[in-house]
């Protein structure tokens, strides 16, 4: 399944931070290694890589894969403001162990990964809500994909689209092994940033929403984090406020 975007920060950020601030305890240089690479190498780098034929063949594939996608139409209670607010909430609910194993055995019969079935329950989902049969779904990844920039603390996560296909009304099966297919295709095509995707395909720009998507999904697979434990201080995970300051979506947990 793609690579959570939490992964890399949290697991990274915690393990200099503890090793930085025991140093500093003990007035001691940084016990870190100089990193192989900054995170100025790696725009250089994508910047000189992706052109030419690499350029247009993630283009021609992305051109392809969007074509006749518009954004989704979303119900709601009440009109929508001419601009969003950014106020909302977020909905939480579990599924229980049993549920979460049987999804796990259909993905498995269906030659997929429990994302791949997840997210064609989501596409399945958000099309009985808006009647639409192709459904443009963003996709946050981690985005690192080369061992140099593994232990390299950086934004450099991209967001992807993934086209749900509900065209001639498929079972379960069949949506299973089209979102199989839409899933690697777009983790194959994952490099051009999807900035530079909008500007390269002119897709229509709005200055109060994103271009062409209106959903996102992820599977964050990162277990939590207890306290962390430093020389003479203990840290401790809360979870901010999000009614008055996160867009309205659903969290599902799994156990």
Do not use: M
């Not at 949290?10 to 690479?37: G, K, M, N, Q």
């Not at 450099?156 to 086209?163: A, C, E, M, S």
């Not at 299973?176 to 297919?181: E, G, H, K, N, V």
């Amino acid at each position: 399944p793609p690579r959570s975007t939490l992964f890399p920060y949290t697991t990274l950020f915690r393990s200099e931070l503890t090793r930085l601030y025991a140093a500093a305890v003990d007035r001691l240089p940084s016990p870190l290694p100089e990193p192989p690479v900054q995170y100025a190498d790696y725009a250089v780098w994508q910047r000189e890589w992706l052109r030419g034929e690499v350029l247009e063949e993630q283009i021609d594939y992305w051109r392809r894969q969007l074509a006749g996608l518009a954004p989704l139409e979303l119900p709601a209670d009440r009109p929508r403001p001419p601009a969003p607010s950014g106020r909302g909430g977020t909905v939480l609910w579990e599924l229980p162990p049993a549920r979460t194993a049987a999804l796990g055995r259909l993905a498995r019969a269906g030659d997929a990964t429990l994302f791949v079935a997840l997210f064609a329950a989501f596409a399945a989902a958000l099309h009985r809500e808006t009647g639409a049969l192709e459904l443009p779904v963003g996709l946050p990844v981690a985005n690192r994909s080369r061992s140099e920039i593994e232990g390299l603390i950086g934004f450099f996560v991209n967001t992807l689209v993934l086209r749900g296909d509900l065209a001639g009304d498929p079972d379960f099966p069949a949506l299973l092994a089209r979102s199989r297919d839409t899933v690697l295709g777009a983790l194959s095509h994952q490099d051009i940033p999807f900035e530079r995707l909008v500007d390269e395909l002119a897709l229509p720009r709005n200055p109060h929403r994103p271009p062409l998507l209106r959903v996102t999904f992820q599977l964050q697979t990162a277990t939590a984090q207890g306290p962390l434990e430093l020389p003479g201080v203990t840290l401790t995970p809360f979870e901010a406020g999000r009614s008055e300051e996160r867009r309205v979506g659903k969290e599902c947990r799994s156990r």
